[in-house]
């Protein structure tokens, strides 16, 4: 039994501490920001080339070929 560490051990071994959960934030609001720009820009790409008429429908493709892409992350 003297190999078992204690609970609190363990889980200061699994956390990265705050440098890590700073880099985590940061990263996911630019990762989200980086994100929304390039949906903005890939929808005014869809509606430059089908109007407001085919536009929607390209988006929808669009989306549901990310949508498979995005499930195998």
Sequence with gaps: MKHIKPLHEAKAKLHGGDAEDKAR???TVSAKQRFEALLKELEDEAYEI???FRGPGII??????VKKS????
């Design 70 to 73: 995005w499930d195998k992350l």
């Design 25 to 27: 934030a940061e990263f």
């Design 60 to 65: 929808a493709d669009f989306k549901s070929a």
């Design 50 to 52: 089908g109007g407001s």
